[in-house]
């Protein structure tokens, strides 16, 4: 069977959490929560990176620090994982949803610029596969009325958007490290803060509401509770494993690369002859090869392929359930809007087997596969 995903480990991941648990300190900001830190601010100018035990947590942090309350409006992709719409759900907003782009999954700002409203409170974009939405369009629209940008940059590590790193670019951004993400510890998240005055606030919402950060700093002789907040922070073990990617960070990325170029290569003609589309990079973004997906000209097409794929013993997925057409949002504030383009990702879009320890032999069997399920 070549699964769709596989956890690995690649170089001092075990080394690293004996190394957390012999220091006497395996609960959150450890010596190696302090060395992630202090990477993703070096390596990616954020100005504040705190780790936190999901993308989830990273995303209800940011609905905290943006002050949401009951009736505020966030406008957000329906073609996303439900963290990004629940973070900010919890704190009572509703949720506007946008279409996406019609080439690409990530959302159309021109209908992020229809939707704005004088109850909007947030911009949320989701850089869907690691590839970029368009920043720049997206901050014209949020900076003319005021409204904070959220990246939820979840699959978005060692991603550009025109030079600039991704989760650097909106006010906040929230990253994932779950296994199924390029750079892994199983669980885990990061909250990149680019906007200094919520940085202070952000310690003190990660510490349970309290000033503990500040006190362990001796900035306070004491701690205390001065704020709303959760339990956001990670075990040093968790970041220990997360730490050992990082230091071999491109030659993941560069491994994954490789695979991502051969199915981009082999498909081409596949897509001329059989009218299937191909990931689409604009030329403002990179790519980050976390993922390669197929669109399908229609369900029964993708049907067929997954399981054709299936029978081959290859575990090829589809992806999001357009979330304005769950049971969920539709039992409290469906508006009846359609979103096609959602629609038709939620229905066409098939993900391909791409992980670290994938062979060419893994690789050449995915494509062969897919050649034989389309071609019929």
């Known amino acids: 069977m070549i699964p769709f995903n596989k956890p690995y480990l690649h170089g001092r991941e075990l080394v690293y959490i004996a190394q957390a648990v012999a220091s006497g300190k395996i609960s959150g900001d450890g010596m190696f929560t302090k060395k992630c830190h202090d990477y993703f601010e070096a390596n990616y100018g954020f100005k504040k990176a705190l780790l936190t035990t999901s993308c989830t947590d990273a995303l209800e942090m940011a609905a905290i620090l943006l002050n949401i309350q009951p009736g505020d409006e966030v406008i957000i992709p329906s073609f996303t994982f439900v963290s990004t719409a629940n973070a900010f759900v919890l704190r009572g907003a509703k949720i506007i949803?946008?279409?996406?782009?019609?080439?690409?999954?990530?959302?159309?700002?021109?209908?992020?610029?229809?939707?704005?409203?004088n109850q909007t409170k947030a911009i949320v974009v989701v850089h869907y596969a690691g590839v970029a939405c368009d920043m720049d369009r997206i901050n014209e629209i949020a900076q003319a009325k005021g409204i904070p940008v959220?990246?939820?940059?979840?699959?978005?590590?060692?991603?550009?958007?025109?030079?600039?790193?991704?989760?650097?670019?909106?006010?906040?951004?929230?990253?994932?490290?779950?296994?199924?993400?390029?750079?892994?510890?199983?669980?885990?998240?990061?909250?990149?803060?680019?906007?200094?005055s919520l940085i202070n606030r952000a310690?003190?919402?990660?510490?349970?509401?309290?000033?503990?950060?500040?006190?362990?700093?001796?900035?306070?002789?004491?701690?205390?509770?001065?704020d709303i907040g959760s339990s956001f922070l990670p075990s040093d073990i968790i970041a220990a494993y997360l730490y050992a990617q990082l230091e071999v960070k491109d030659?993941?990325?560069?491994?994954?690369?490789?695979?991502?170029?051969?199915?981009?290569?082999?498909?081409?003609?596949?897509?001329?002859?059989?009218?299937?589309?191909?990931?689409?990079?604009?030329?403002?973004?990179?790519?980050n090869a976390h993922m390669f997906y197929l669109i399908t000209n229609n369900i029964e097409q993708r049907t067929h392929l997954i399981d054709q794929l299936k029978n081959k013993g290859i575990n090829a997925v589809f992806h999001y359930q357009s979330l304005h057409k769950s049971p969920y949002f539709r039992s409290k504030n469906d508006d009846g809007r359609e979103l096609p383009n959602s629609d038709?990702?939620?229905?066409?879009?098939?993900?391909?087997?791409?992980?670290?320890?994938?062979s060419d032999t893994d690789i050449n069997s995915v494509i062969s596969g897919v050649q034989d399920a389309l071609i019929y």
């Not at 038709?344 to 994938?358: A, D, G, Q, S």
Request: hydrophobic share 35%; with cysteine.
């Open 203 to 226: 310690e003190i919402i990660r510490e349970k509401g309290t000033n503990r950060s500040s006190f362990f700093r001796g900035e306070v002789d004491k701690y205390g509770w001065v």
């Open 97 to 117: 949803f946008a279409d996406c782009c019609e080439d690409n999954p990530n959302i159309d700002p021109e209908e992020v610029e229809r939707l704005v409203t």
């Open 344 to 358: 038709r990702f939620t229905n066409c879009l098939v993900r391909l087997p791409l992980y670290y320890e994938m």
């Open 251 to 287: 030659l993941i990325q560069n491994k994954r690369m490789h695979i991502w170029k051969s199915y981009m290569h082999e498909f081409q003609s596949l897509s001329k002859t059989t009218g299937i589309k191909l990931p689409k990079t604009p030329a403002w973004a990179t790519n």
């Open 150 to 196: 959220i990246e939820d940059a979840a699959q978005a590590i060692d991603s550009f958007y025109k030079g600039r790193p991704l989760g650097s670019i909106g006010v906040m951004a929230a990253f994932s490290f779950h296994e199924t993400k390029n750079i892994i510890s199983g669980e885990g998240g990061l909250l990149s803060i680019n906007d200094e």
